[in-house]
C-alpha cells in the first residue's frame, strides 16, 4: 500500500511580494481637544477683543498639553483672524499642534502630516501596494486619494482591501 505525502500548506498571500499599507496606523497618538470659539462670544454674535483677551489669559492651558487642539466656531458669527491667532499663540507653548477646523478636520491633517513625515514615496518603487480597506479606526475618503496621489508615480501597482481580496485601483503599464 502506498503512503500519502501530507500536502505542504502554502500561504499565497505571503508570497505574494504584496505590501499592506494600513491608514490606521497613522492616525495621531495624541488626543484630540476643541476650542470652540463661541463660548467667547458676547451675546452670541461678537467677539470683544478686551474680553477675549482677558477670558484666553485666564484659560487654564494646562488642559491641553500634549494634545491636538482644533479651533473652531460653531456659531454663525464673524470671527476676525487675529482671534484664531491669539488661541493659536496660547494654545502653543503647551499642545502638540493646533489646527483651524473640526476635531474630524483636525485628525485628518494630522494623519496627513504622519504620512507626509513617514511614508517614503521612493520605498515602494516598483511595488506592489495594497491600502488596507478595514481599519481599527476611521479613516476618511481624503486619506485614501492622498495616500494614492502619493504612491501613484512610484508602484507598480495599487490595490484596495485585504492582501487576500482586492479592488485593483492602478497598474503600471
Known amino acids: 500500500m502506498a503512503v500519502k505525502s501530507e500536502e505542504e ?26 476650542i470652540d470659539i463661541k463660548d467667547f462670544l458676547f451675546e452670541g454674535i461678537i ?19 500634549g494634545k491636538i487642539v482644533a479651533v473652531f466656531c460653531s456659531e454663525d458669527a464673524i470671527i476676525p483672524k487675529w482671534a484664531y491667532m491669539l488661541v493659536s ?15 474630524e478636520f483636525a485628525i485628518q491633517e494630522a494623519i496627513l502630516l504622519r504620512i507626509e513625515k513617514e511614508i517614503n514615496p521612493a520605498d515602494y518603487e516598483g511595488k ?17 486619494m492622498e495616500i494614492t496621489n502619493l504612491l501613484l508615480p512610484h508602484v507598480k501597482s495599487l490595490m484596495y482591501g485585504e492582501p487576500c481580496s482586492t479592488v485593483p485601483i492602478y497598474k503600471k503599464k
Open 9 to 34: 500548506i502554502v500561504n499565497k498571500v505571503a508570497g505574494s511580494g504584496l505590501v499592506t499599507i494600513d491608514l490606521g496606523d497613522y492616525y495621531p497618538h495624541e488626543h484630540v481637544a476643541e
Open 47 to 65: 467677539l470683544k477683543e478686551k474680553d477675549f483677551r482677558k477670558a484666553l489669559d485666564e484659560l487654564d492651558w494646562k488642559q491641553f498639553e
Open 89 to 103: 499663540m496660547h494654545a502653543f507653548p503647551y499642545t502638540a499642534k493646533v489646527y483651524f477646523g473640526t476635531r
Open 128 to 144: 506592489r501596494v495594497v491600502i488596507k480597506g478595514c481599519s481599527d479606526r476611521e479613516i476618511s475618503e481624503m486619506i485614501y
